[in-house]
Structure formats: structure tokens, C-alpha cells
């Protein structure tokens, strides 16, 4: 769902055939993948590291990605002079997370680049602009919960727009950002029930939902567009 924003950033860092990147908190193999592309296009072979807590979902990866099982709050920095340090979707949801951008920002090279996609639901807070179907306002409810259940565990639902300030204070230069907000998307319904699936349990105890209108509008995904929520993408550079 977010893999052409991610790539086309990307492009305009200008990651290039030599480069050492390193992807935190990888999850599925797409931005490993996007990255190998362009540190193999020409010239010298770049290389990808790709690390998480859980690596499972890596599967097969190209030649020049490697996959390594890694804690980014409690384990020590898989190394140092990084071209480009790149996470999506995983600062928001560390307690830690000031201190674990810090930390990044520390293993580039004079020069590198530190790029951040977090999301920001304060902008838009809700899975259907336009509802009109009962089972589309029964989503909102779902979703506002959702965010208030993240919030609970330590999630920043606002991180995103904190992003800017907070490479600056890392002493990184030329901060660029800007904010993608998908109102439908093919993918949109498979986060949707991604999401809801993986906290069932928490939303049904907080007693704002039941476990039946949870299921009705996990089932009722088959036929919805969710809005996917926004995506702020922040980066900036290690002064030489």
C-alpha cells in the first residue's frame, strides 16, 4: 500500500548502485527488495541489511540482503556507516522511539541519509470519509478505538508531525517532508483486518465493541475501501 510512496522518496535521496542501507524493523521483504534494486543498478553492488524482531515474514531475499534477527531498543547497532538508515511504520510504536532515532541517526556516514515514515492519525482519524452504510460507521467506531488501544500500549499516534524537529535535533540537515493520505486503496481492507485481527481481543476489552460487530465488520471487508491512515515521511542528512 506504501511501496511506491517509500520507493519514490527513495529515488529522490537518490539511492544508488554502492550504497549500504540498512532497513529497521523490515517486516515483509518489499522495501528490502525496492532497495537490492537500486544498490544493484550499475556500478558497484551496494548492500541491504534488513533486521527485525521477527523475521519471519522476510522469506526469500535477493543476492546482497541480509536478513538479521534484531531488537533496534535493547540490541547494539548492527554497525555504522550507513549510506541510508530507513523505518517505516515501527518508531510510532516504541516508547523509546526519541531515543532509538537518535541512535540511527548515529550509524550514518558523513553524508548519509536517515529516512522515517510514521503515521499521524490526528490528520485523519477515520476508515470511511463518507459513511453511509451502517457497517461503514460501525468501522469509524472500530478504528477510533484501534487508535485509543495503541495509544494505551505507548504508541505516539501523532509521531509523524513530530518527525521534522526531531531529525533537526539529531543534527541532521536538509529535513524534506511531506504526507501521503490514501482515501482507497486495493490494499486498504487486508491492513484494515491486519490490524483489527491483531488486537481483537484488547478492542472487545476495552467494552466500546462486541465480538459479534467485530466480526461483522471483519467480514464486511470484502466489500469495503477503507481510508488508509496517513503517512508522514520525513528524511534528512549527516552534515559532511
Same mark, same amino acid.
Given at each position: ?17 554502492? %550504497?549500504?542501507? %540498512? ?26 541489511? &534488513? ?5 519471519? *515474514? ?54 548519509? *541519509?536517515?529516512?522515517? @515514515? ?8 477515520? &476508515? ?22 495503541? @495509544? ?16 533537526? %535535533? ?7 517532508? /511531506? ?12 491492513? @484494515?483486518? &491486519?490490524?483489527? /485481527? ?28 477503507? &481510508? ?11 552534515? @559532511?
Amino acid at each position: 500500500m506504501f511501496d511506491r510512496v517509500t520507493d519514490q522518496h527513495f529515488e529522490a535521496i537518490g539511492v544508488a548502485a554502492g %550504497w549500504r542501507c %540498512w532497513e529497521v524493523g523490515a517486516g515483509g521483504p518489499a522495501v528490502p527488495r525496492l532497495l537490492a534494486e537500486r544498490v544493484h543498478r550499475g556500478g558497484t553492488p551496494g548492500t541491504v541489511l &534488513a533486521t527485525d524482531i521477527e523475521i519471519g *515474514w522476510l522469506g526469500e531475499m535477493p543476492a546482497g540482503v541480509e536478513v538479521r534477527q534484531h531488537d533496534v531498543v535493547h540490541d547494539e547497532v548492527p554497525g555504522a556507516g550507513f549510506d541510508l538508515v530507513h523505518a517505516r511504520l515501527v518508531l510510532v510504536h516504541l516508547p523509546e522511539r526519541e531515543t532509538v532515532l537518535r541512535r540511527l541517526a548515529g550509524t550514518l556516514r558523513p553524508g548519509g *541519509w536517515l529516512f522515517v @515514515e510514521d503515521v499521524e492519525t490526528a490528520l485523519q482519524p477515520v &476508515a470511511f470519509l463518507d459513511p453511509h452504510a451502517d457497517v461503514e460507521f460501525l468501522g469509524n467506531r472500530i478504528r477510533a478505538d484501534f487508535v485509543a488501544l495503541l @495509544e494505551q500500549r505507548g504508541a505516539d499516534m501523532t509521531f509523524g508531525r513530530k518527525l521534522p524537529r526531531l531529525l533537526r %535535533w539529531c543534527g541532521l540537515v536538509d529535513v524534506t517532508a /511531506d504526507g501521503r493520505i490514501t482515501l482507497a486503496h486495493p490494499g486498504g481492507a487486508d491492513l @484494515e483486518r &491486519a490490524n483489527i /485481527d491483531q488486537v481483537r481481543a484488547g478492542l472487545v476489552g476495552q467494552g466500546h465493541v462486541t465480538a459479534e460487530e467485530v466480526d461483522t465488520y471483519l467480514s464486511a471487508l470484502d466489500r469495503l475501501t477503507p &481510508a488508509g491512515p496517513p503517512l508522514i515521511s520525513v528524511y534528512g542528512r549527516r552534515p @559532511e
